[in-house]
């Protein structure tokens, strides 16, 4: 019964169907009577529950719906959210207080009385959310001056999990604010031993910085004036998401990446700036974080970063992404009432505290240029890393760089990278379907390798059979929060009604390379409107163009994934707040 109750509960107001329930009680070899059992043990559960909350049955299974009752890992996973905001805004004292609330929540192992098929299936996703809570929290601690109090705690940690980098990285920096330089040496010695022997891999870039912030000196935690409480110089903002670790291929780009990040004060020179456009999960994102953790060395003022669109692909107002990198850079006169809601107000206080700093600035998911023009520095001393699915027209001085998919070897690698290599030298076959399956896109790459590392009793050969089928491909590219239809679907938002109606009109064709002309006898419209529907897709990142045919017409080639995107649109098939534009062409 504890087992039915925890895979309710964890599966966040979905239906668990008959047949998981089965699985995760009775593993291969179900009993005759499961159906029965299971129906026995939602009636007791119905009885211990009360009415306070409702077990429905819903086809194919169960569903649970809490009401106005808390679920522990609800609560968790919302004080967590809450917690990494507030981190993220330099909101130290808040951040460790909802972070030690989330954490308070967990009382003893999970899932100590359910089935170890269950635990299999979830144990490791719960424990690395409270690991990476518990890092969190320890980073707002050690933010606030408080490695004395976690000092013991710290150690024990790194003892319990001795290959947990940024715990040992956490640890070095607590032991040497307490003054005990080579003891936080010997933490580093002890782990690269650890992690040669135990994985046969050098420390990461994190536990390197921290090891070369030891040996320079440049640990000490900012001082403060005990009377007013603010920093007696500005705060360095360190706002980078985590770099990606296993990063594969992309030399050529990451040298251009370089080249902009390189500081270089001579003659001519012009402000460093880049916008990188490509596809939906092309990995735009990944590409400028990695190429700034890299470069990040060369800003002693500090490194920024502003997700720009919400999660469904709504542009985030500026004021709102001003205010925050205003906290990160430690501007209090934003408290004052109706700054926050100033644009004009919010652009001065940027550009007065950004002024001759050398910081490397990353705006991530821009959505057009009324939106980014606030958020660029008025300095020619800090680097600007843009990402944005279309190229911008007024980003100026920026060099474009438009991402393409990855090449097979890349793809392969990547693919390895994240399923672990022994399961794909092991069914090398296999492997090669699945990379052709995802069509060179990161994102694709990234969630079949992670669904493979997670079911390690799986063949290889199991998977590429789910993807090899088109009508289901795109549901299979789907694992927790990532999924290729998520992502292209965000590139709906701002897609104009003829650019739908052409992406709807282009899945009936076969083959993913058309002129104007061809879609237009599909469309039942003219040449010229369906060249007009075509490049709003490529405005949108939704489609490229492959080159010209013998009468010089524009070819256009549609990838893959996007085509059976565009198939499982229905003609009425609503999209999020669709622009209204003109339906005339504006050349």
Request: hydrophobic fraction near 45%.
């Amino acid at each position: 019964m504890h087992t039915v109750l925890a895979a309710l509960l964890l599966s966040r107001g979905r239906v668990v169907s008959d047949t998981a329930l089965s699985s995760l009680l009775w593993g291969w070899d179900p009993p005759a009577t499961a159906g029965a059992q299971i129906y026995t043990y939602m009636s007791r559960l119905r009885k211990r529950l009360g009415d306070d909350v409702e077990i429905i049955r819903r086809q194919p299974g169960y569903l649970f719906v809490a009401h106005d009752s808390r679920v522990d890992l609800l609560e968790f996973e919302d004080l967590e959210r809450r917690g990494r905001e507030a981190l993220k805004a330099h909101a130290h004292e808040e951040a460790a207080e909802l972070l030690d609330r989330a954490l308070g929540l967990w009382q003893g192992p999970a899932l100590s009385n359910a089935t170890g098929h269950l635990r299999d299936i979830e144990l490791p996703r719960l424990q690395e959310a409270r690991s990476l809570t518990l890092e969190a929290r320890i980073e707002a601690d050690l933010a606030l001056g408080r490695h004395e109090r976690i000092l013991a705690e710290l150690t024990g940690l790194v003892s319990q999990f001795p290959l947990r980098e940024q715990l040992r990285a956490q640890l070095m920096t607590a032991l040497y604010r307490c003054g005990r330089q080579a003891d936080a040496m010997r933490v580093y010695h002890d782990g690269r031993a650890v992690l040669a022997e135990q994985l046969g891999v050098d420390p990461g870039a994190a536990l390197n910085a921290t090891y070369q912030a030891v040996l320079t000196g440049s640990l000490a935690l900012d001082t403060t004036d005990p009377a007013s409480g603010a920093p007696g110089g500005d705060p360095v903002p360190t706002m980078l998401p985590a770099d990606v670790e296993d990063f594969v291929g992309r030399a050529g780009e990451l040298a251009v990446l370089d080249a902009v990040i390189e500081p270089s004060d001579g003659p001519g020179w012009r402000p460093r700036r880049c916008l990188v456009t490509g596809m939906a999960g092309v990995g735009k994102t990944a590409l400028v974080v990695h190429a700034a953790h890299r470069g990040a060395r060369h800003y002693p003022d500090g490194q920024l970063y502003a997700d720009l669109s919400d999660p469904d692909g709504t542009p985030r107002d500026p004021c709102t992404v001003l205010v925050r990198l205003l906290r990160a850079l430690g501007e209090r006169r934003i408290e004052v009432p109706g700054v926050q809601d100033d644009l004009e107000e919010l652009v001065r206080l940027y550009r007065e505290r950004t002024a001759d700093k050398r910081l490397l600035i990353v705006l991530d998911g821009a959505v057009g240029d009324l939106q980014l023009r606030p958020l660029l520095p008025n300095t020619v001393k800090s680097a600007v890393l843009i990402t944005c699915r279309t190229r911008l027209t007024q980003v100026a001085g920026a060099q474009t760089m438009a991402l393409a998919p990855l090449d097979e070897a890349r793809s392969l690698e990547l693919l390895a990278s994240a399923a672990g290599g022994s399961r794909v030298t092991a069914e090398p076959d296999a492997a090669d379907d699945l990379v052709a399956y995802c069509g060179g896109l990161p994102l694709a790459l990234r969630i079949t390798g992670t669904r493979l590392a997670a079911r390690p009793h799986w063949p290889t050969a199991r998977l590429a059979d789910r993807l090899a089928t088109p009508a289901a491909r795109l549901a299979e590219l789907s694992y927790g929060d990532l999924s290729v239809s998520d992502a292209l679907r965000r590139s709906l938002r701002s897609l104009p009604a003829t650019g739908l109606r052409t992406l709807r009109g282009v899945a009936r064709l076969r083959g993913g390379n058309w002129t104007a002309q061809e879609v237009a006898g599909v469309l039942g419209t003219a040449e010229l409107e369906a060249e007009y529907g075509l490049e709003q897709l490529v405005d949108a990142a939704l489609m490229d163009i492959a080159g010209v045919d013998a009468q010089g017409r524009p070819i256009y080639h549609c990838h893959e994934l996007v085509l059976l995107f565009a198939r499982t649109l229905e003609e009425r098939a609503v999209v999020p707040a669709q622009r209204a534009l003109s339906e005339t062409p504006m050349w």
